[in-house]
Structures are given as structure tokens and as C-alpha cells.
């Protein structure tokens, strides 16, 4: 599969990711997104992601992560591939474009992720990422 490599610290990027601007951003693209989709399942997965994003804002994100692990690392993936897509600032540095085998690495930046739309992450060691995107924005 080929990816996007960065070189990233955990604990800023997930801050910078989970940070109410970065969260206000997002929600607000997904809101100008939805009403030209027509793509029914990603509209329901973009419907979710901001639903995920308002329980973070809401609750905060360390709660969110406790009560749906699975849920708060899909968003942190959707939230990385919306940000780097559109330049957003964020606390990464970009490496290169690889082809590497991902079956068997843990997915997400928590290792919870199972969405399947959208994007996937997964932690290559402990300063490297790597994200693909499996809908590129502005595709049908």
C-alpha cells in the first residue's frame, strides 16, 4: 500500500489533532461536505466522525478515548488526513511516499482504529507515521 511517512511525537500531534480550533475547523468542512455528497456511506461516515468530534469537544478527548477506543482513534485518522490534506499546521514533519506492507500492523495512532473509510494510520516506530487515504477529497 503506499503511504505518506511524517515524523511525529505522539503526544503533541494527538494534542494538536484533539485542539478545539483543529476540531472547529474540521466539523465546519464536514458541514459544507455533507449537503454535495452523494456517496450514502460516506456521508454516514462523515456524520459519525463529527459526532465523534462533538463528544470531544463536548467531554474532552481522553474521555472520548476511555469510552470508545475504537471510535476516537478512527477520528484521530480522519482528522490527520483532513488536516494534511488541506495544509493545516500541525507538529509533523513529512518524510516520503513508500510502498510498504501494512497487514499486521496495528491501526491508529491509539492501535484501535477499524474504520473503513476515510483514511488509515499506523504507528511505523516510535517517531514515524504513515497515512493512507482510501477517499481523496473532492473524489466520487
Request: charged letters at 20%.
Amino acid at each position: 500500500m503506499k503511504i505518506t511517512r511524517y515524523r511525529f511525537d505522539p503526544a503533541t500531534l494527538v494534542q494538536a489533532l484533539t485542539s478545539d480550533a483543529l476540531l472547529d475547523r474540521y466539523q465546519a468542512g464536514i458541514a459544507d461536505e455533507l449537503p454535495s455528497l452523494a456517496d450514502p456511506a460516506m456521508a454516514k461516515h462523515l456524520r459519525r466522525m463529527s459526532a465523534l468530534a462533538a463528544a470531544a469537544r463536548a467531554h474532552g478527548f481522553a474521555l472520548l478515548a476511555r469510552r470508545d477506543p475504537a471510535g476516537a482513534d478512527g477520528l484521530l485518522s480522519d482528522l490527520l488526513a483532513t488536516a494534511t490534506w488541506h495544509g493545516w499546521e500541525l507538529p509533523l514533519a513529512h518524510l516520503d511516499d513508500v510502498e510498504i506492507e501494512t497487514a499486521g500492523l496495528p491501526r491508529g495512532l491509539l492501535g484501535h482504529d477499524s474504520e473503513a473509510d476515510g483514511a488509515g494510520v499506523w504507528v511505523l516506530d516510535p517517531a514515524t507515521i504513515g497515512l493512507a487515504r482510501w477517499r481523496i477529497a473532492g473524489s466520487t
